[in-house]
């Protein structure tokens, strides 16, 4: 692909995201055929495609065969936000997310706790026993612990908060990794301290109690001596 | 595309970004042309030049035309992270960014004031300097107040933090527009206090700081109406 081709590319994605914004359309819905875009946008239909991928890749598209273009659920968050993937995930990275975490996720709670609805803190118990089964029956929970921190960031009512979530819960492997056993029983009661919070609008509670579950992981890893204390 | 073809660019994408790991290939560095990667990766050139692209979108990769592809310094992180740009930014977005602001850069302030190295606090005081210029000549400064809280977050020397930033401070770009001009002037003051703080390792000062001048925006926007208190 030549500049040329590369820049009208990048124009067609921007005039295409304005397309998308003046339609207010939503996720699931379907874009207009290729055609139709390609007239409307005045660009050739090999522009369009090459557009569309793009927006494929951002997330921001889905193309289901057969069916059609559409809006992707995954709300244009793409698959590696803070470019991860080809960085090696070094010891010192764990840490700084876990400071990171412990930056942003006491005071999402707090937030969480000051204005969850009923049906948000139901969730958040439902997320909790599904944890808590998966504990108990020794399979692995990562995915589903990462759900429960995206829950909270949901319930702060905050949309960038919510964009934000995904990316922070993402790291939950890594500590993860190195938690040992006696801290997987941990982690389902501090779970549910931090729920129980939420549940009663108790504001500080929910914050101290995700202070707590963090250092849980930030002690384990100081304990697992992979780690010194930073800095 | 079809299915078959989508997921085994997907699995070339992965094993490529394992050979940029593998190789610990820096920004800047020239990766092998299509035909060894072909062999390499035992796939065929479609499918490289297929998972090539992608890593362009995704600001891995940097084709230059004539010279070959290159690992890019933009660090592997999207053009825009966070989805925002087929969404319509709604005032409430604008105040959920600002919220987000709130929780994170006073600590990330005091984490730099803790951290910052000498050549670090000359590179505030000079970002200081030209945006000051640059209010003063009435100039547009969006970008260079955007890098100005981007090197805070380098200050801190937390890699996660330094990735972050960027999404974040490209927010900075929605909160000016609602700032009047008086706060032009106290933007002059508010940086200098901070970059004070933190070049005196005043921990808790560079955070009230931040506070103070993080608030301004809020004020701001309250006072231009376009918000009400919110939530």
Redesign the interface.
């Known amino acids: ?3 040329d081709n590369q820049s009208k590319t990048k124009q067609t994605v921007n005039n295409l ?1 304005q397309f ?2 003046d339609e ?1 359309l939503q996720p699931g819905q379907r874009l207009p055929n290729e055609y139709e875009l390609a007239e409307q946008l005045h660009v050739g239909r090999g522009t369009i495609r090459e557009a569309i ?2 927006l494929v ?4 598209l889905d ?1 289901r ?1 057969g069916a059609g273009t559409f ?1 992707s659920f ?15 995930i070094t010891d ?2 764990v840490f ?2 876990l ?2 975490r412990l ?2 996720e006491p ?2 709670a707090a ?1 969480a706790a000051e ?1 969850a609805t009923e049906s948000q803190i139901e969730e958040l118990y439902r997320q909790c026993g599904l944890i808590e089964d998966l504990i108990r029956d020794n399979q692995p929970y990562l995915r589903e612990d990462a759900r429960f921190h995206e829950i909270i960031g949901e319930c702060s ?5 919510r ?2 979530m995904p ?1 922070v819960a993402s790291s939950v492997q890594l500590n993860i990794g190195f938690t040992r056993d006696k801290f997987r029983l941990r982690t389902i009661e501090e779970h549910r301290e931090i729920v129980h919070a939420i549940a009663h609008h108790d504001v500080r509670g929910a914050k101290y109690a995700m202070y707590a579950h963090l250092n849980t992981s930030r002690s384990s890893m100081l304990v697992a001596g992979q780690l010194h204390q930073p ?1």
């Open positions: 692909m030549n500049q995201l998308i914004r207010h991928r793009e890749s951002r997330n921001v193309v065969q809006i995954k709300d244009g968050i793409p698959e590696d936000p803070l470019g991860l993937s080809f960085t090696d010192d990275m700084d997310m400071e990171v930056l942003l005071e999402i937030i204005r009512g905050n949309s960038i908060i964009k934000l990316i800095k």
